[in-house]
């Protein structure tokens, strides 16, 4: 048994040993090596094929997206204030605004998908979209699925939390609301497990699928979302608004504030101002769906290269199986 | 390596909320446009056609403490005049704004720094008024300076810097206005010492001066921030020293603002060979230190080309080190792995 | 010499002596003041790394640790100054006097005495180092039969002696740099810092690994080697590492009947099992080490003190 033991140690230390060989190795000849190849790139003179490439590398996803993002701390004394850092930003952000990890559509759609659609009010949708799961507003379930049941999911596991809303600052809440409807007389999440499924696996097999099976995904997929999405004055109105504040957490203080005739006479101005172009999509072109299109209340369709004529094509309340 | 990149921690903002219980409750003078209506969320955000995200978000509590905080925000983003508005233009920090100077009873504004950053070796034109050579690269004042932010010192309160209540008492027995209190005491103790931390200068100088390209197009000799961390007194920046030289200490004339920094070819320049001795020995630093210690290699580099004494004299004591504990470490590994198999051998003993 | 019995007998196990008092003090001196010089002084070194502000932390960070660090440089160069102060009293006491009072002293002679010291290398740690290469390599599974000290600690001694020489005097220059720099350039200090640091990693990864390897986590001496705080080295160890002098030692003493045979037995590291062999063993073991020895002993003229 001590045999055994001393063995085992015997082992392990040669483990050792061998990383601390490592480490002496990258305290000194890796420097050396590390200044040679420094050296010697430095004075190669590139040849226009190596710039190109190096053109290329500058567009690749490593570049863009993985290493475009840099944090800061700045060191006040009294508190180290670490913050994502945006290049020219001048204003500090002081916390993190994480993603969400847990809705199927962020991960298609991004965290911030509205875009040049609804250009005048993107940053206020995407503001929502901030602590409002995109189903509150793209889907309006109908007859019997309507519960008017929403509640608050957690960003990063999508568990139902309670409400965050008078521990924080308004609009940085961890979580995000999300309705609930009725299937098959049980109150669910409209963003049920098998949606989630279903999408996970689209994502999974889009590669293999053939042309009608992508289009039928997609369809499906889309089915939850609403022609006419929730608009503004729904919520941000005294009468009956469309969420139920209260129940989600909010303080009368924070109703009032939500409801008070500065926002709504805001949006008032910005539908006033806007609205025109809020009517044309850019699908200004073809009359015949311009017409269907300015029949129907305003479509404020999420960013994607098939999101808008897939809720123009949609056919209603067909829930996937 | 990527790993490590998407990983970002999320929502530490808690701390943020231990920072607010230090900030009276009294409403934001700065927002009288009632701005924060909408700023204030976080989400309040878009990606613009370039892929690059705006973030339309102001923090009220860090901005509160901010140089700026008395400042309204149509003060200078004076294209904004009525909600809604159009997507903002872009600020001129140049510009008047409400605030008056109290001892020139002027209305305040920073056009003093163009002038001064005109005569600069950071300069857009040249001494004829010529556009510089690459003269886009030069920084405007969002590349150096984000919103700066106050950083109060105690000297009642020993523990750690920050605001000393005490001190603010003493304020209130003749002032009343706590939001003049607040300023008074932040602009003053922040302007005592260092306005950012060393390391934090040295972040803000490596973002043009460590980049490769841009000191290869400039003719620049050395990556001066990485160089810099190899100094003491990088090192002793990067573990937060106060009071070490940062790049400032040695490339601004003393009593000068940082905004008249000079090459080092021009004879105002704090670095110009003719001066240099001065900056060591000034009596801040190393008072009675001579000339010759200015001969100190404040930007070394290991670099055969660069500097080939520092590199031979590097290199020498790696493979000392390398040579020494590389062959010591596989006598290590052999010994134990002899003392695994004590009894094997290839020849029989004699 | 008398204060200490060379072989000393502890519930009928010899003990052999090796270090009195004195160096023994000196040496937890300068284990202490290499310990903390190190992890005050490798923090600035690497302070990149995420460990570095919090190592540096436990001795008050950036307005203390420079402090600490010169202060316990300073005790340390003490105490290189008291250890060569030390040697030149052995020296001029031991050799210089008694060859005087003997009244053989000769320069050359003298001279020729100090070089034939037990500590200064010499060519038996050179055959010695090739045979532990070809013990290592399985060439041969006797270990080499070290001297009154083996190479290891000829290399765990004049590697520091070297380092201490070398960051101790560039740790004063930079330490009062103003002054120096009156005489020398600037530009030395840059030189001086990398010898410094440098040397300085060296001495510690050297002390850290190897060292604490040799007397704490081989598995002959596992968990601790005492010999620094008692001064006496059992007798198993002192025939695995030192076994030319502990025949040497064993027969000047009068011991000459008790030798064991080299290395515990089976010439293996006193991790195996150690089973003493018959009479027949014992003498045929006996006979080679008596002859190895004599060899070794004509070769190099005796390099005992």
């Not at chain 2, 904004?80 to 100077?101: F, G, Q, R, S, Y």
């Not at chain 2, 972040?203 to 460590?210: M, T, V």
């Not at chain 3, 001064?231 to 030192?242: K, N, P, Q, T, W």
Request: proline share 5%.
């Amino acid at each position: 048994m001590k045999n055994f033991l001393t063995k085992i140690y015997i082992l392990a230390f040669m483990a050792l040993v061998t990383y601390f060989g490592v480490i002496i190795w990258n305290l000194t000849f890796a420097h050396l090596i590390h200044e040679y190849h420094e050296r010697h790139a430095g004075n190669v003179e590139y040849s226009e094929e190596d710039i190109a490439q190096q053109e290329k590398d500058k567009m690749s996803f490593e570049q863009v997206i993985l290493k475009s993002e840099k944090r800061v701390k700045n060191y006040l004394g009294y508190r180290v204030l670490e913050q994502q850092y945006i290049k020219g930003h001048f204003h500090h952000i002081g916390f993190d605004v994480g993603p969400d990890k847990y809705s199927y559509c962020s991960s298609c759609h991004g965290d911030m998908p509205h875009d040049n659609v609804t250009k005048d009010m993107r940053a206020f949708l995407n503001m929502h979209a901030f602590f409002i799961g995109c189903q509150t507003c793209h889907s309006r379930p109908e007859g019997e699925m309507t519960t008017g049941v929403y509640q608050w999911y957690d960003r990063e596991t999508g568990e139902i939390v309670s409400s965050p809303v008078n521990d924080a600052s308004p609009g940085t809440y961890k979580a995000k609301i999300i309705p609930f409807v009725l299937e098959n007389d049980a109150l669910v999440r409209i963003d049920s497990k098998e949606r989630i499924e279903f999408v996970a696996q689209y994502r999974l097999n889009e590669k293999d699928l053939s042309e009608g099976q992508r289009s039928k995904a997609k369809k499906l997929i889309h089915s939850v979302v609403s022609k006419k999405p929730v608009m503004c004055e729904e919520c941000h109105s005294k009468e009956n608004p469309l969420l139920p504040l209260e129940n989600l957490g909010y303080s009368k203080r924070r109703v009032d504030s939500i409801t008070s005739t500065e926002v709504v006479g805001m949006i008032k101005n910005y539908t006033k101002f806007y609205m025109p172009q809020m009517l044309h999509p850019g699908v200004a072109d073809d009359a015949v769906q311009q017409e269907q299109v300015q029949q129907a209340t305003p479509v404020v369709p999420v960013a994607s290269e098939s999101a808008a004529p897939d809720a123009k094509h949609q056919a209603a309340g067909e829930a996937e199986e | 390596m990527l790993l490590n990149l998407i990983k970002r921690p999320h929502w530490s903002f808690g701390a943020l909320l231990i920072a607010l219980c230090l900030l009276p409750g009294w409403v934001l003078a700065a927002d009288m446009g009632n701005c924060l209506l909408c700023h204030k969320y976080p989400g309040l955000s878009r990606i613009d056609n370039d892929g690059k995200m705006k973030l339309m978000f102001v923090n009220e509590e860090i901005f509160n403490k901010s140089v700026h905080s008395k400042v309204k925000c149509e003060g200078c983003h004076t294209d904004i005049t009525k909600i809604p508005h159009e997507p903002a233009k872009p600020v001129d920090c140049l510009t008047v704004c409400h605030i008056i100077e109290p001892t020139s009873e002027q209305k305040f504004s920073h056009k003093s720094v163009k002038t001064f950053i005109d005569e600069s070796v950071h300069s857009k034109i040249d001494q004829e008024g010529k556009l510089k050579k690459f003269s886009e690269d030069m920084p405007t004042c969002k590349d150096c300076h984000d919103n700066p932010l106050f950083r109060p010192l105690a000297f009642v309160k020993k523990v750690r810097p920050g605001i000393a209540e005490d001190a603010m008492g003493r304020c209130r027995v003749c002032h009343e206005k706590e939001d003049f209190i607040f300023r008074f005491y932040n602009h003053i103790t922040t302007r005592l010492h260092k306005s950012r931390s060393p390391l934090n200068v040295a972040e803000a100088c490596g973002k043009c001066h460590d980049d490769k390209a841009l000191v290869k197009r400039h003719g620049l000799t050395v990556m001066a921030g990485s160089s810099y961390a190899e100094t003491f007194h990088g090192k002793a920046a990067n573990l937060l020293s106060e009071t070490i030289p940062d790049c400032l200490d040695c490339h601004v004339v003393k009593g000068k603002s940082v905004h008249q920094m000079y090459g080092n070819d021009d004879p105002r320049s704090s670095t110009h060979p003719e001066n240099r001795g001065a900056i060591c020995n000034s009596v801040d630093c190393h008072p009675k230190a001579s000339v010759k210690f200015a001969n100190y290699q404040v930007h070394p580099v290991f670099n055969k080309d660069q500097s080939p004494v520092v590199y031979w004299f590097t290199t020498f004591f790696y493979v000392l080190t390398g040579g020494t504990l590389l062959p010591l470490m596989i006598i290590l590994f052999l010994d134990l792995l002899r003392r695994l198999f004590p009894n094997a051998t290839f020849r029989r003993r004699k | 010499m008398t204060k200490y019995p060379r072989i000393k007998l502890i519930n009928g196990e010899k003990y052999f002596f090796r270090f009195d008092m004195d160096l023994r003090i000196q040496h937890i001196f300068l284990a202490g003041t290499v310990v903390i010089l190190v992890l005050s002084g490798m923090p600035l070194k690497f302070s990149d790394a995420s460990w570095a502000p919090y190592l540096y932390a436990i001795f008050g960070g950036i307005n203390l640790a420079p402090t600490v660090h010169k202060i316990t440089g300073a005790i340390m160069l003490l105490l290189f100054g008291y250890h060569l102060f030390w040697i030149a009293k052995v020296v001029y006491k031991n050799h210089y006097l008694r060859m005087k009072r003997e009244g053989t002293y000769t320069t050359k002679g003298f001279l020729l005495r100090v070089v034939k010291l037990p500590m200064v290398p010499n060519l038996k740690d050179l055959k010695d180092i090739i045979d532990l290469m070809k013990y290592l390599f399985y060439f041969t599974n006797v270990r080499p039969n070290g001297d009154e000290y083996t190479w290891k600690e000829k290399f765990d001694y004049w590697a520091p002696f070297w380092g201490m020489f070398i960051i101790g005097a560039s740790g004063v220059i930079i330490w009062k740099k103003e002054l120096f720099t009156q005489i020398i350039p600037g530009e030395v200090i840059n030189f001086l810092l990398i010898a410094h640091s440098d040397e300085a990693l060296l001495a510690g990864l050297f002390l850290f690994i190897w060292h604490w390897y040799n007397v704490h986590f081989s598995t002959s001496v596992f968990p601790m080697g005492t010999v620094f705080l008692t001064g006496y080295l059992s007798e198993e160890l002192m025939c695995e590492e030192h076994y030319d002098y502990y025949v040497k030692v064993m027969k000047e003493e009068g011991y000459e009947k008790e030798i064991l045979p080299p290395h515990g037995g089976g010439h293996a590291p006193s991790c195996s099992d150690y089973a003493p062999k018959g009479d027949d063993g014992a003498a045929s073991f006996e006979k080679i080490s008596e002859a190895e020895t004599s060899e070794h002993l004509a070769k190099e003229g005796g390099t005992a003190a």
